[in-house]
């Protein structure tokens, strides 16, 4: 079971960029192949089915999220290319507002072809325009943990890490060192 980072639950955008991580047992893609990428998108709230093609665009958002959420963490300016492709999977399905009424009204956005890839990726275009142009955009963070390559919201000052996997895995590193140099010391 994979631990999600924080803001994974308030981005689908943040969970697609890190759908692609380093685990102790090696390198993983939940949008591996054409089967893991649907049950992703299914378990992220989108019926979209993915073939090949499909799943090449799919990982090609990532990718760019990925960049955007980079270049926002080293406050710098994504490639231009990387924008257009974002805003381009943004327009590729028209969503209008709908009024909906739980607890007072509020808007949501619909697609007007649920269901197909275009409406996902539209959708997670979307969620990334607004995490990096919004207010969550100054909580993005990489883990800072020796190889991990996913981001999390840090929504705690001391937070430094996606998981607490993460977190041991450096702390006990950083014992490992000290263990060492006490030997080295003691020769």
């Known amino acids: 079971m994979v631990t999600a ?3 994974e639950d308030r981005s689908p955008a943040l969970a697609l960029v890190n759908s692609r991580r380093l685990t102790p047992g090696g390198p993983v893609d939940d949008l591996g ?3 893991s990428a649907t049950t992703w998108l299914r378990e992220h709230g989108t019926a979209a089915v993915v073939g090949g093609e499909e799943l090449n665009r799919l ?3 990532r990718t760019a999220v990925r960049e955007l959420l980079a270049a926002l963490a080293e406050g710098r300016a ?3 290319t990387t924008v257009d492709a974002v805003n381009a999977a943004a327009r590729a399905d028209p969503a209008a507002p709908q009024l909906t009424w739980r607890n007072g009204p509020s808007r949501e956005w619909r697609s007007t072809r649920p269901g197909s890839l275009d409406a ?3 959708t997670l275009a979307r969620d990334a325009i607004e995490v990096v142009s919004g207010e969550l955009g100054p909580l993005v963070r990489p883990c800072e943990a020796h190889g991990c390559v996913r981001y999390y919201l840090r929504e705690h000052a001391r937070r430094r890490w996606c998981s607490t996997t993460c977190g041991d895995r450096v702390r ?3 014992h490992q060192r000290l263990v060492v ?3 080295e ?3």
Do not use: S
Request: glycine share 8%; no cysteine; aromatic share 0%.
């Open 185 to 187: 010391e003691a020769r």
């Open 78 to 80: 994504p490639a231009p």
């Open 172 to 174: 006990a590193a950083r």
């Open 120 to 122: 996902a990726l539209a």
């Open 59 to 61: 990982t090609d958002l």
């Open 181 to 183: 140099e006490q030997r």
């Open 5 to 7: 980072a924080p803001g």
């Open 33 to 35: 192949e054409p089967g």
